[in-house]
């Protein structure tokens, strides 16, 4: 087994992912991602591409990952140069900076509330802006959170990144709308009743009846602790 391999595999058991449902989410045969755990076969820039969007990896550990993938591909003899300390770099290496040049950067708003980000406050301005890859940010915001409703999951002063106008499924984390109030919640609908719940038992779920204000503005696809 390769590092990648070994990444991979406690990746899935953090995650306590199936094999068949990792390979259906990321899109590839779970016989291919059989064959990449076990380190029979090294992953091509499209399957981590992939792999990337379905689990939503961050920039930071897709520099990693990357990097990792390409000293697999290492002759051992320069493996072993590395290991005694001398500086060798794969022809192939390739740094996220390399990937920047080749992606669509964009521009992503930070805003400094809930509210802000939801768009409840008047003409609400961003902060800050941060230049992301496109694949990854583009119809995206950066909110920043504060207090403790959804600890330990996002702590507070936390940023999110929230994908704005897609489907939030149950049980995910989004931002909403619900009687005048800009949350940060955990989306659940069973019975036939939908709740926004709080990840910290301390809060009660609120429930959302048929004739409340409620508004779905977008899923948290990231969770960032510093920005």
Known sequence: M????CYLKEFMEK??????????????????????????RSPSYKF??????????????????????????MPEEMKKLKKEGTKVKSQSMIS??????????????????????AG????????????????VADGCVIIKVYGDSMEPTIKDGFSVM?????????????????????????YRCFDGHCYLYSDNDSYPPREIR????????????WIMEKI
């Open 120 to 135: 409840l406050e008047p003409n609400p301005e961003p902060v800050d802006v941060i230049l992301l890859p496109k694949n």
């Open 48 to 73: 981590l591409e992939k792999f990337f969007n379905a689990f939503n990896i961050s920039p930071e550990e897709q520099q990693k990952i990357i990097t990792m993938v390409e000293e697999d591909k």
């Open 2 to 5: 390769n590092e990648f391999g």
């Open 96 to 117: 996220i900076t390399d990937l920047e040049i080749k992606t669509e950067m964009i521009r992503v708003p930070v805003y400094n509330s809930v509210s802000a980000g």
């Open 15 to 40: 995650k306590n992912l199936k094999l068949e449902y990792a390979a259906e989410k990321i899109g590839v045969s779970f016989g291919s991602l059989g064959h990449y755990i076990k380190g029979r």
């Open 210 to 221: 048929k004739n409340d204000e409620f508004k779905i503005c977008g899923k948290v696809i």
């Open 162 to 186: 929230v994908k704005q106008e897609v489907e939030v499924a149950n049980n995910d984390i989004g931002i909403f709308i619900h009687e005048g109030e800009a949350l940060v919640k955990r």
